[in-house]
Protein backbone atom coordinates (compact mmCIF):
# COMPACT_ATOMS: atom_id res chain seq x y z
CA UNK A 1 0.00 0.00 0.00
CA UNK A 2 1.20 3.48 -0.65
CA UNK A 3 0.14 6.82 0.32
CA UNK A 4 2.65 9.64 0.76
CA UNK A 5 1.82 12.65 1.47
CA UNK A 6 3.66 16.29 0.18
CA UNK A 7 3.48 19.52 -0.02
CA UNK A 8 3.21 20.92 3.44
CA UNK A 9 5.52 24.05 5.08
CA UNK A 10 5.48 26.61 7.33
CA UNK A 11 2.76 29.76 6.05
CA UNK A 12 1.84 32.67 7.63
CA UNK A 13 -2.18 33.11 8.42
CA UNK A 14 -4.06 33.23 5.64
CA UNK A 15 -1.48 31.51 3.17
CA UNK A 16 -2.14 28.96 1.29
CA UNK A 17 -0.59 25.41 0.21
CA UNK A 18 -1.61 22.19 -1.87
CA UNK A 19 -0.60 19.17 -0.68
CA UNK A 20 -0.16 15.87 -3.03
CA UNK A 21 -0.78 12.48 -2.51
CA UNK A 22 0.59 9.45 -4.39
CA UNK A 23 -1.57 6.34 -3.72
CA UNK A 24 -1.80 2.90 -4.80
CA UNK A 25 -4.62 0.62 -5.73
CA UNK A 26 -8.15 1.86 -7.38
CA UNK A 27 -10.03 3.30 -4.33
CA UNK A 28 -13.57 4.56 -4.31
CA UNK A 29 -12.94 7.32 -1.57
CA UNK A 30 -10.11 8.51 -0.98
CA UNK A 31 -9.54 11.33 2.13
CA UNK A 32 -7.15 13.78 3.59
CA UNK A 33 -6.94 13.46 7.10
CA UNK A 34 -5.31 15.97 10.46
CA UNK A 35 -3.70 15.35 13.44
CA UNK A 36 -2.83 18.77 15.54
CA UNK A 37 -0.91 18.08 18.64
CA UNK A 38 -2.20 16.56 21.12
CA UNK A 39 -5.49 15.57 19.45
CA UNK A 40 -6.48 12.49 17.59
CA UNK A 41 -6.55 12.14 13.80
CA UNK A 42 -9.68 13.77 11.76
CA UNK A 43 -10.95 13.56 8.73
CA UNK A 44 -10.71 16.75 6.94
CA UNK A 45 -12.21 16.34 3.37
CA UNK A 46 -12.80 13.03 1.27
CA UNK A 47 -13.42 12.61 -2.20
CA UNK A 48 -14.97 9.52 -4.36
CA UNK A 49 -13.79 8.05 -7.47
CA UNK A 50 -16.42 10.34 -8.98
CA UNK A 51 -15.11 13.35 -7.90
CA UNK A 52 -17.98 13.99 -5.35
CA UNK A 53 -16.77 16.13 -2.07
CA UNK A 54 -17.33 15.91 1.50
CA UNK A 55 -15.77 18.43 3.89
CA UNK A 56 -15.59 18.99 7.18
CA UNK A 57 -17.40 22.41 8.79
CA UNK A 58 -13.96 23.94 9.69
CA UNK A 59 -12.72 23.50 5.98
CA UNK A 60 -15.67 24.32 3.96
CA UNK A 61 -14.83 27.11 1.89
CA UNK A 62 -10.93 27.21 2.69
CA UNK A 63 -10.43 23.68 1.38
CA UNK A 64 -10.85 21.96 -1.89
CA UNK A 65 -10.12 18.05 -2.92
CA UNK A 66 -9.42 16.70 -5.51
CA UNK A 67 -7.89 13.47 -7.68
CA UNK A 68 -6.51 12.33 -10.46
CA UNK A 69 -7.15 8.95 -11.00
CA UNK A 70 -5.36 8.07 -13.83
CA UNK A 71 -2.20 9.06 -12.03
CA UNK A 72 -3.43 7.63 -8.66
CA UNK A 73 -3.60 11.06 -6.92
CA UNK A 74 -4.93 12.97 -4.86
CA UNK A 75 -4.83 16.83 -3.63
CA UNK A 76 -6.02 19.18 -0.99
CA UNK A 77 -5.62 23.01 -1.96
CA UNK A 78 -6.14 24.99 1.16
CA UNK A 79 -6.73 28.95 1.38
CA UNK A 80 -6.99 31.61 3.93
CA UNK A 81 -5.02 29.03 6.37
CA UNK A 82 -5.90 29.34 10.10
CA UNK A 83 -3.60 28.66 13.23
CA UNK A 84 -5.53 26.09 14.18
CA UNK A 85 -5.07 23.95 10.63
CA UNK A 86 -1.26 23.41 12.28
CA UNK A 87 -0.71 19.58 12.45
CA UNK A 88 0.47 16.09 10.37
CA UNK A 89 -1.59 15.82 7.18
CA UNK A 90 -1.86 12.51 5.94
CA UNK A 91 -4.21 10.75 3.31
CA UNK A 92 -5.81 7.13 3.03
CA UNK A 93 -8.94 5.78 2.19
CA UNK A 94 -11.64 6.27 3.39
CA UNK A 95 -12.30 4.39 6.17
CA UNK A 96 -9.01 4.22 6.54
CA UNK A 97 -6.65 1.08 4.77
CA UNK A 98 -6.06 -2.04 7.45
CA UNK A 99 -3.35 -4.40 7.49
CA UNK A 100 -2.71 -7.18 9.33
CA UNK A 101 -4.96 -9.98 11.04
CA UNK A 102 -7.34 -10.66 13.39
CA UNK A 103 -5.73 -9.32 16.54
CA UNK A 104 -3.18 -7.62 14.83
CA UNK A 105 -5.43 -5.78 12.44
CA UNK A 106 -4.46 -2.02 12.81
CA UNK A 107 -4.99 1.31 10.44
CA UNK A 108 -1.90 1.99 8.04
CA UNK A 109 -0.70 5.17 8.13
CA UNK A 110 2.03 6.62 5.28
CA UNK A 111 3.83 8.75 5.64
CA UNK A 112 2.09 12.45 6.21
CA UNK A 113 3.19 16.13 5.58
CA UNK A 114 3.75 18.71 8.30
CA UNK A 115 1.51 21.89 7.90
CA UNK A 116 2.41 24.98 10.68
CA UNK A 117 0.37 28.47 10.36
CA UNK A 118 1.37 30.78 12.37
CA UNK A 119 -0.48 33.68 13.57
Known amino acids: VQLQASGGGLVQAGGSLRLSCAHS?????MGWYRQAPGKQRELVAD???????NYRDSVKGRFTISRENAKSMVYLEMANLKPEDTGVYYC?????????????????WGQGTQVTVSS
Open 92 to 108: NWVPPVKIGKGWNQRDY
Open 47 to 53: IASNGSP
Open 25 to 29: GNIDR
